[in-house]
């Protein structure tokens, strides 16, 4: 099983930028992604962004589309999540986790969720 461990998070004003670093351990096979997702009060954990560990394959949520980044350091086992241009909209809990999938269904592969790291964008 990976171990994921989130970081990064803060307060930012709109239209700023931060980076997320997703860290994990454990047996990362292949085909499997790097998934970042996001849980705002009141509502679903929804997919975000997410990254093949076999190649740079990605995978965006249409709401970050052009305005987030996802890379990653196999050497590192990092995957970060870079936020630009931010709304008040993405402020949210951010939680990354691996997986067989990416994209919408993603959350629903997830065993267990890590504290996740919690951006919050001012407006």
């Known amino acids: 099983q990976v171990q994921a461990v989130e970081s990064g998070g803060g307060l930012v004003q709109a239209g700023g930028s931060l980076r997320l670093s997703c860290a994990a351990s454990?047996?990362?096979?292949?085909?499997?992604?790097i998934n970042w997702f996001r849980q705002a009060p009141g509502k679903e954990r929804e997919f975000v962004a997410g990254?093949?560990?076999?190649?740079?394959?990605?995978v965006y949520a249409d709401s970050v589309k052009g305005r987030f980044s996802i890379s990653k350091d196999n050497a590192q086992n990092t995957v970060y999540l870079r936020m630009n241009s931010l709304k008040p909209e993405d402020t949210a809990v951010y939680y990354c986790?691996?997986?067989?999938?990416?994209?919408?269904?993603?959350?629903?592969?997830?065993?267990?969720w890590g504290q996740g790291t919690q951006v919050t964008v001012s407006s």
């Open positions: 986790a691996a997986g067989p999938l990416s994209g919408k269904l993603a959350p629903t592969t997830v065993r267990e």
């Open positions: 990254i093949r560990w076999s190649d740079t394959a990605t």
């Open positions: 454990g047996r990362i096979f292949n085909f499997y992604y």
